[in-house]
Every structure is written in C-alpha cells, then in structure tokens.
C-alpha cells in the first residue's frame, strides 16, 4: 500500500493509533522497526540535530535533504511537522510539490507566523496567523497536491496562544472549510481539560491530532474515551537519543577507556545491520565480478 494510503487510514482508523518521532534515516528506521505504523518527522528534533534552534533557522530545503533519507530508509508513512508551511501560501503549495516527490504522505502546518517560534516557549509571545491568510494557505495546499490521499493537518495553536476554547473551535472549523483533513488541537496544560473541552464541542467534525508532551500522565484510554484518532510521541528518541549521548561522552571524558562502557552501547554489527549492510553484500556477489578482471587488452 503506498504511503499516503497508509496515514490516510491510521487519521481516519476508528481506533486510537499512534507514530512516533524521528529526525534522521536512522532513528526513522528504528521507529519502523519497534513496530509503529508512522513517523512523525519533528521541526523540534530535526533543528535539534542539526544544532540549530526550532525558529526556521534550518531552511526548508534543507528539512527536504533530511526526509528524503527518512522516506528512503522506511515503508511506513512519515507526516512532516511542516512548521508555518515556511512562508505564504505559495511557499506552502511548493513545499507539498517536493513532499510528494519525496514519497512523504503528509504535512502539518501550525497557524502562527513566520518564523514560527516553538510552542512551548514563551506562551504569551505567540502570534497567530490571520485565519483567513491561513485557510488560503490550507486551500492552496489542497489545490496542489496530485495524490489524492496526501493528507494536510491544520495544527490550532490558540490554547497555546491563550485565547480560549471559542477561538480554537472559531479556528478548526474554518480550516476543516478550507478543506484540512484533521485538526491537530494542541495544548501546554498538565492537564487534559483543554483537550477534553473541544472535543466536546467538536463532535468528530474531522479526526483530531494531539500530542501529549505535556500532559503525559494522562492515561491513554482517555484519549480514546474523547475520539482522538491520531497520537504523536512527539520528541522522545531526540531526547532519548541527547541523555545517552551526554552520559556516554562524560564517562568516556572522565575515564579515558572504553573498558567501563562497551557493553552497553550498540555494537558495531547492530550499525552495520541498520544501514543494510548485509543487502550490499548481496548485491555486490550479484552484479561485481567474481575475481579481479585481467588487466591485459582482449583484442
């Protein structure tokens, strides 16, 4: 099944499904094989990795060069955290152009303005973009797409903005008129009550995205209880991924040997299996000869 077929059905699946984040080819192929069903490729942990902040400092070509080695690695579908569609509705309708040529199978913009700032920085510092600018944009996306199962997520930032329940529905609904395939409700409480407050008052207009970053502890029955239909483990192998690291340079750092920490890191074998080292192998008795050619000329 291609890959837009696939998230188009785990957005619209009846039950409760998930996608786990990744921000390389490798961590992308891990996601896969833990057994998810998608990825969510993270603005967070893609700048993350490239060292720079969650402010559009990495360009959006260079996002493109870090999903097309994610979509190469994998057969589950990957859903771009798309940030601010990287400029207007015309940067946004390119972007899902290149997406598609990637094989990724689909995006999700927030409405605030670029450059977008992360959600959980400085709360009341977000600004939301014009919702009309914004449904363009959502329209224009459509308009462009050439699979029809590509699917656009329309991410309502007002409860992160503090702007209340009214203008998160007033929002949601004027992208599900645009012509959005789902909402992403997002929310920085600790609590679910903002969640639960439009899911209420949403009744099940377009499937529902979150991402419980925050409220975590909320049991994930609950979720289903509400009719999410689609969980995002939004940055955890990133912060996996950072604790690790930090733990083995120091030790290393203070020990000078590697005595103390070779068996509990992945071998080297393990690398060389995830980078498919075994199919090059193969191929290499397929297609090279099996001896070194005669230097001479034949005539």
Same mark, same amino acid.
């Given at each position: ?20 984040? /990744?921000?390389?080819?490798?961590? @992308?192929?891990?996601?896969?094989? /833990?057994?998810?069903?998608?990825? *969510? ?23 493109? +060069? ?7 690695? #994998? ?9 601010? =569609? ?17 094989? %990724?199978?689909?995006?999700? %913009? ?27 944009? %959502?329209?224009?996306?459509? +308009?462009?797409?050439?699979? @029809?199962?590509?699917? $656009?997520?329309?991410?309502?930032? /007002?409860? %992160? ?8 529905? &007033? ?6 008129? !645009? ?37 975590? #502890? ?8 509400? =009719?999410?239909?689609?969980?995002? *483990? !939004? ?7 950072? &604790?690790?690291?930090? &733990? ?10 590697? $005595?103390?920490?070779?068996?509990? $890191?992945?071998?080297?074998?393990? $690398?060389?299996?995830? &980078? =498919? ?16 050619? +005669? ?5």
């Amino acid at each position: 099944m291609k890959k837009t077929k696939q998230l188009r059905e785990l957005v619209n699946s009846q039950k409760l499904e998930f996608i786990m984040e /990744a921000h390389n080819g490798l961590s @992308a192929k891990i996601v896969e094989e /833990a057994g998810f069903k998608g990825i *969510w490729a993270s603005g967070l942990s893609i700048s993350a990795a490239m060292g720079v902040r969650d402010n559009n400092e990495a360009s959006w070509t260079q996002v493109l +060069d870090v999903l097309e080695f994610m979509s190469d690695a #994998t057969s589950i579908p990957i859903l771009l955290d798309g940030d601010t =569609g990287y400029g207007n509705f015309n940067n946004a309708r390119r972007l899902v152009k290149k997406l598609e040529q990637r094989h %990724i199978a689909g995006v999700c %913009i927030e409405d605030k303005r670029f450059p977008k700032m992360n959600s959980f920085i400085n709360g009341q510092g977000q600004t939301l973009a014009d919702i009309e600018e914004f449904s363009g944009k %959502i329209k224009a996306m459509k +308009d462009t797409q050439t699979d @029809a199962d590509f699917t $656009v997520v329309a991410r309502v930032e /007002a409860f %992160i903005a503090g702007k209340g329940l009214k203008v998160a529905l &007033q929002r949601a609904e004027a992208y599900r008129k !645009a012509g959005a395939d789902a909402v992403f409700i997002h929310s920085k409480r600790s609590d679910v009550a903002e969640i639960e407050a439009f899911m209420k008052e949403w009744a099940g207009r377009l499937p529902v995205v979150i991402v419980p970053t925050k409220y975590y #502890t909320t049991p994930t029955v609950r979720f289903q209880e509400m =009719g999410i239909s689609l969980v995002i *483990w !939004a940055n955890h192998n990133l912060r996996a991924s950072i &604790q690790a690291m930090k &733990q083995l340079s120091d030790r290393i750092y203070r020990d000078e040997s590697l $005595v103390h920490i070779e068996k509990s $890191v992945a071998t080297l074998e393990e $690398v060389f299996r995830l &980078q =498919g080292v075994e199919e090059l192998q193969a191929a290499e008795r397929q297609y090279l000869p099996s001896s070194e050619p +005669d230097s001479g000329e034949h005539v």
